[in-house]
């Protein structure tokens, strides 16, 4: 059984009336570039992942919600609406308390429901897992509330994603932009999502599957992101554009601060601020540049921009860690890669490399080689295409079909 069928007949097997059930799924994302910009008012490069979360949901008579993980088995919660409040809960639960609450907020009361979920995508490792979650409950309550009348319009898209990012700010305490959740509704297959996180323009570009191929490298490292530094680096952000804005007035983020005007004001700012902004500056520029190689099918001037960017992470924003740096070491001595960096907000979790397809098997051994002589840790790298966004899914005696 592949790990996707496996995933799918978890969430199944957790209800106790499967007859009755329908199965919905929502991707993970890695970030290619673009690195803590969505809060910041940046462009960013988001791809869907092939694996993500899986949820199999029944009705129940009784008005309340029964919500169960394959993940964590023995720790079913049950509640009913009126128990939904921000901060009830810092468990497991909380993206799919958030998603019950801001649902029902937006559209009024919800059916009773059991909802069990299943991941086939590593947690708390820069994969958007929580955004994977509330994403798949979003566009499963849309569906089974008869609110999504076919097609998905844009405006219905950009509902789902305000909903989704509401859950995580609100419920689950984390202060972050709109580029999880975007990136997970907006995703097609076989394409980079190129968003614009102030105008909410987008652009998907190709990327050839039979040139590059997305892998990631999970460090082993698990982070907590609402407990993390995460919170204190957007606070840094939010600091500078203060101080800044005494400057240059008409700025509303820091994507507004262009080079020449970090050159002459940059001075004002605390030796660690003025890191933070470094960051930011320069990380604009790599992403267009990042989107132009792209379009004009230059990998390899685009995996340098990868490269670049993580570099900037250690550096400047201060939130890589050792086995991070080893990984990405690892990656860009191999042929055949063209960059690599952390996704994510950092701390820990996970690599993403962009490599050809041909130097698969060398890639393999020799990056898992390098990385257990630098941290004594091992890794197993995970081979991903740009997949599509939430669907729900169809089932036939031969498994699931997406």
């Not at 190709?206 to 995460?230: C, E, H, K, M, W």
Request: glycine share 8%.
């Amino acid at each position: 059984m592949t790990v996707t069928a496996r995933a799918y007949e978890e969430a199944l097997n957790l209800l106790e009336d499967s007859e009755h059930a329908r199965v919905f799924f929502a991707p993970g994302r890695a970030n290619l570039a673009g690195a803590h910009m969505d809060y910041n008012g940046g462009r960013v490069m988001p791809v869907a992942l092939s694996r993500g979360t899986y949820l199999a949901v029944s009705p129940r008579q009784d008005g309340r919600f029964l919500i169960q993980s394959a993940q964590f088995p023995g720790e079913a919660v049950e509640l009913s609406p009126d128990d939904l409040r921000p901060g009830r809960v810092k468990s497991w639960s909380v993206y799919t308390e958030g998603a019950l609450y801001v649902a029902r907020r937006a559209w009024g009361e919800l059916p009773g429901l059991n909802l069990a979920l299943s991941a086939d995508l590593p947690m708390a490792k820069g994969l958007s897992s929580s955004a994977s979650v509330e994403a798949v409950v979003v566009y499963a309550l849309s569906h089974l509330m008869g609110l999504n009348n076919g097609a998905s319009h844009p405006d219905q898209i950009d509902e789902w994603v305000r909903l989704a990012h509401a859950a995580e700010n609100e419920y689950a305490g984390v202060r972050c932009g709109i580029l999880d959740q975007s990136a997970i509704f907006l995703a097609q297959p076989d394409s980079l999502l190129w968003f614009d996180c102030l105008e909410l323009t987008r652009e998907h570009l190709p990327l050839d599957a039979a040139q590059a191929s997305i892998v990631i490298l999970d460090t082993g490292v698990s982070r907590q992101l609402a407990r993390s530094a995460f919170n204190e680096r957007v606070a840094e952000c939010t600091q500078a554009l203060g101080l800044l804005q005494k400057h240059l007035p008409g700025i509303t983020c820091l994507r507004d601060v262009f080079p020449a005007d970090f050159a002459k004001f940059g001075g004002e700012l605390t030796s660690t601020l003025h890191k933070r902004v470094r960051h930011v500056v320069t990380e604009v520029v790599r992403t267009d540049l990042a989107a132009d190689a792209l379009r004009r099918h230059d990998l390899a001037a685009f995996g340098a921009t990868m490269t670049a960017s993580h570099e900037s992470m250690r550096v400047d924003y201060e939130v890589s860690i050792s086995e991070l740096d080893a990984m990405v070491a690892a990656a860009v001595a191999q042929n055949g890669c063209y960059g690599a960096r952390l996704t994510g907000a950092g701390f820990g979790g996970c690599v993403v490399a962009l490599v050809h397809p041909d130097a698969r098997e060398a890639f393999d051994t020799n990056v898992a080689a390098a990385y257990r002589v630098a941290t004594g840790r091992e890794v197993k790298p995970q081979w991903f295409a740009p997949a599509g966004g939430p669907r729900e899914i169809v089932a036939n005696l031969r498994g699931p079909s997406v």
